[in-house]
Structure formats: C-alpha cells, structure tokens
C-alpha cells in the first residue's frame, strides 16, 4: 500500500493578488460553494515528459511519499491541501494542474472573467471530494485522498482497477489524471441516491442489474491472473478474508495508543473477535461444501447509497437500469458474489444523514420479498452478461439458493467492517475529538453485535 503523507507546505505554483472569496450555499443549504473570482489568466506552466506521465517541471511539491500512477494516465507532481479549497492558491494551483494534464476544456487559461466554482461533497469517508466548474468547461470531480486512507485502501491497486473498469467496459467514471495525492474524475450529471431511494422496487431492480453486470467483469484481468493461472482457478485471495486479516494489525494498533481506555480495549477485544472470525470461517467452508460456493467475481463491496448515483436525465434508448452509476471504487476486488449482495442488504439498515449515522437499525434489513424482488434482476442481468452462464428463466430453486447464500456471507460484511471502523478510529483519538464527525469506535461496536447475533443465528440454523 501507498502511504499519503500529509503534503508539506511549499510555495505556491504563481504568487496570487488579491483574491475576493464569496462563500455560497447550495439549494440545500448545508454545502458551501467557494465562489472564486481568478482574474487574469495565467500563463501554462512547463511540462516534461516521462514515458506516459506528465510533470510538473517546477518543485512545488516537496514531500518524500511515492506517488500513486498508472500506465497511459497523465500525472502532475503536485499535491492539494483540501483544507485549503477556499483560497486562491488552492484555486490558481488546481487550474495550472488542470490544464498540466491536458483536460478537455480546461487546456486554455479561460476568460479573464471567468469564475471557477469550487464546491466540496460531504458524505465521503476516505477522501475529500469536490465539483469543480466554469463557464464553458466540463465539470469536473476532484478526489484528494484522506491521510488515514492509507492503511485501509491500496491506491495503486485502486486506480489500475477504476483504469480498467472505464476505459475497458465502461463502467464508472472515466479518470483524466493523477497528482501528488488524488486524482481527477469524470463528473456525471447526477444526485447520490438516499437511504429511502435503496427500498424502491423499481431502483432495487435497476442495482442488482448493475451489480449483475460488474459481477461479469474478468475477475482475473483485474487481479492480473495469467492465463495459466485462471486456468487452474487463479491465484488471488477473495477480499473478505484477506482485508480482514489484513486489517487486524493496524485495528490492533489503533487499540493500543495511549487514548484507547483499558475498558474499551476489553469491550473490543480483538483477540476475541478473531477467535470468533476463524471459527466462522470454517462454518462458512462447511456450508459451502455441503451446499455449494457463492460465485468468486468481481466485486464493489460497498454498495451503500452514497456510492450509487442516479442520471438527472436519461438518453434515448438507453436501458433504465444504467440511469444508476456505480462509484467510489476503493474497495471493490475478487470477493464472494453474496458478500457483496448481503453488504448492500445492510446498507438498507444505514442512514448516514441522522443524528447517529454509525447506528444500523436491523429492523430495515429488506424483506424476503425485497430480496426476492432484487435477486431476480440480479440473475436475469448475470446470466444475459455472463459468458459462462446458461441462458434460462430465474426460477424459484435459484432464488432460494441465492438468498441462503447471501445469508451465509452476511456476518462477514459485519466483521469486515468492523475492523475498519477501528482503523478509521485512529485519527479521531490521537487528536482526542470528543464529537467526531463519523463515531467510528460506535460503527464498530454496531457491526460487531451484528456478527455475533447473525452467526449465532446460523449455527442454531434459524436462518
């Protein structure tokens, strides 16, 4: 994994003038939009090339951290202080990045008059993310990686995947460059779905048709299996247990800073929750024996709401299903099909816009006629993209099968994250917060009692 240091400060790209910034509100009035006034153009800043990346040719950035790039993708060395989106350096640098990795109508200096819209995303965990726009250019999606990001997220591993998925199959946003620490995306005319909008029929349907589509993406192209290798079942480890074992070091390590309370590190105990993990996982081998294993494909593995778009407007023709686009692809890998089917069913119990988002509420789990509703899309969509499927009605055994399985991997969403809730936990008490933004230890404590009461329910066979 590539650790993102935060970036030192270094000089900035040109020395700006008097900047006025007129802070806005958006129609829902909780978003602010940094309105930008950038005066005169500047001239373009030198480019060098090497190989298929391009740099910047002046020392701006100043920090030892590798760089995350990929083959074919322009890259600047420059590196964004999200904290500072408000001000003109940040503005005037982020225009000289633009036009540094050639964007489409962005290459030119725009009008004197232009101004360049900055507005900031709430709701993303693992990065700062941003609108960026001006009259007559394309908007466009700033992502600048979170700090903490690091030990969670292999961003190489990430952006070769989001390469692939746009340039091969058309599936997510199309990802023009790469800088010191995040990237620029395509931006889609769209609204993040709500926490409501995941219990309409008709838009489950539309997700598991989507979900169906990536799940036929090659799993082996991805992970960059030989062909000898795919031939005898591949080499790569399903993300379920490898992030999980993965994890644990960095949970442990968190649990251990002077902060964490004896109390709270007995109430976690990992120790514990491993022993727990490692038993389940041989109940899960035994149910997939007896009973059959969960497809291994390409997965997303965190399909909740935020991560799932809907077009403002629909082309001619087009499919309904693909008015939902898929996003934020941080932690998609080979994984269980019914991982991923049974994660999103959490995600029905999720409201990340209350008073307490880390709370799920079980009683939203969606029901057997839900599951049912978005199972049969699902295989409908699976079997008409799948080479290796039989083209065949969806019939009751099939949905009862899918539906078991989904319950089988079910405590595994809950485990995976739970440790990650401990991880992302770190910042938080190092700095002491009181009133974290996100209760990350809270989340982890919900998702943990998730798993002890559903794998208990599995081994007394009530579900």
């Known amino acids: 994994?590539?650790?993102?240091?935060?970036?030192?400060?270094?000089?900035?790209?040109?020395?700006?003038?008097?900047?006025?910034?007129?802070?806005?509100?958006?129609?829902?009035?909780?978003?602010?939009?940094?309105?930008?006034?950038?005066?005169?153009?500047?001239?373009?800043?030198?480019?060098?090339?090497?190989?298929?990346?391009?740099?910047?040719?002046?020392?701006?950035?100043?920090?030892?951290?590798?760089?995350?790039?990929?083959?074919?993708?322009?890259?600047?060395?420059?590196?964004?202080?999200?904290?500072?989106?408000?001000t003109a350096t940040f503005a005037q640098t982020l225009l000289c990045l633009l036009r540094t990795l050639n964007i489409p109508s962005w290459c030119d200096g725009g009008a004197p008059t232009d101004t360049l819209m900055i507005q900031k995303v709430s709701g993303s965990l693992t990065n700062a993310v941003f609108f960026v726009s001006r009259s007559g250019s394309r908007t466009l999606l700033l992502r600048i990686y979170g700090a903490s990001s690091a030990s969670l997220i292999s961003r190489p591993r990430e952006l070769h995947t989001l390469y692939i998925l746009s340039s091969r199959y058309r599936?997510?946003?199309?990802?023009?460059?790469?800088?010191?620490?995040?990237?620029?995306?395509?931006?889609?005319?769209?609204?993040?779905?709500?926490?409501?909008?995941?219990?309409?029929?008709?838009?489950?349907?539309?997700?598991?048709?989507?979900?169906?589509?990536l799940h036929c993406v090659d799993v082996d192209f991805i992970e960059g299996t030989s062909p000898d290798a795919a031939a005898k079942g591949g080499h790569w480890e399903i993300a379920a247990t490898k992030n999980f074992r993965s994890w644990l070091p960095a949970a442990r390590e968190v649990l251990s800073l002077p902060a964490v309370s004896p109390r709270l590190r007995e109430e976690l105990d990992l120790d514990t929750f491993e022993r727990e993990w490692e038993r389940y996982m041989l109940w899960l081998d035994s149910y997939e024996h007896k009973n059959g294993?969960?497809?291994?494909?390409?997965?997303?593995?965190?399909?909740?709401?935020?991560?799932?778009?809907?077009?403002?407007?629909?082309?001619?023709?087009?499919?309904?299903?693909?008015?939902?686009?898929?996003?934020?692809?941080?932690?998609?890998?080979?994984?269980?099909?019914?991982?991923d089917m049974a994660n999103h069913f959490h995600e029905w119990t999720a409201n990340y816009h209350t008073t307490t988002p880390h709370l799920l509420t079980p009683s939203l789990y969606p029901t057997v006629a839900q599951r049912r509703n978005f199972y049969q899309a699902y295989l409908s969509h699976y079997r008409m993209n799948?080479?290796?499927?039989?083209?065949?009605?969806?019939?009751?055994?099939?949905?009862?099968?899918?539906?078991?399985?989904?319950?089988?991997?079910?405590?595994?969403?809950?485990?995976?994250?739970?440790?990650?809730?401990?991880?992302?936990?770190?910042?938080?008490?190092?700095n002491g917060e009181r009133e974290p933004e996100f209760d990350y230890i809270g989340y982890a404590k919900c998702r943990m009692d998730g798993f002890r009461r559903e794998v208990q329910a599995l081994y007394e066979g009530r579900r």
């Not at 800088?179 to 995941?198: H, I, K, Q, W």
């Not at 008709?202 to 048709?209: E, N, P």
């Not at 309904?320 to 998609?332: A, G, L, P, T, W």
């Not at 099968?401 to 595994?412: F, G, I, M």
């Open 1 to 86: 994994m590539i650790a993102n240091a935060p970036p030192t400060v270094s000089p900035p790209l040109m020395t700006p003038g008097e900047v006025p910034i007129v802070l806005k509100r958006d129609s829902s009035g909780s978003r602010k939009k940094g309105s930008i006034d950038l005066g005169p153009a500047q001239p373009d800043v030198a480019r060098s090339r090497s190989s298929s990346t391009s740099s910047l040719s002046i020392p701006f950035r100043e920090s030892d951290a590798e760089v995350v790039t990929v083959e074919g993708l322009p890259h600047a060395d420059v590196e964004l202080k999200a904290r500072q989106y408000k």
């Open 171 to 213: 599936i997510g946003p199309r990802i023009y460059g790469t800088f010191g620490n995040g990237r620029v995306e395509e931006y889609f005319d769209s609204v993040p779905l709500t926490a409501e909008a995941l219990r309409d029929p008709k838009v489950s349907r539309w997700i598991g048709a989507r979900m169906a589509e």
């Open 293 to 339: 294993a969960s497809p291994r494909v390409f997965c997303h593995n965190d399909t909740q709401y935020g991560n799932l778009l809907r077009l403002t407007s629909v082309k001619e023709g087009m499919s309904e299903h693909r008015q939902i686009i898929v996003v934020d692809f941080e932690y998609s890998s080979a994984n269980a099909a019914a991982f």
């Open 386 to 430: 799948s080479s290796s499927s039989e083209m065949k009605d969806v019939e009751e055994f099939d949905l009862h099968t899918l539906d078991s399985q989904v319950q089988a991997w079910s405590p595994a969403s809950h485990a995976f994250w739970a440790v990650w809730g401990i991880v992302q936990a770190r910042e938080d008490l190092e």
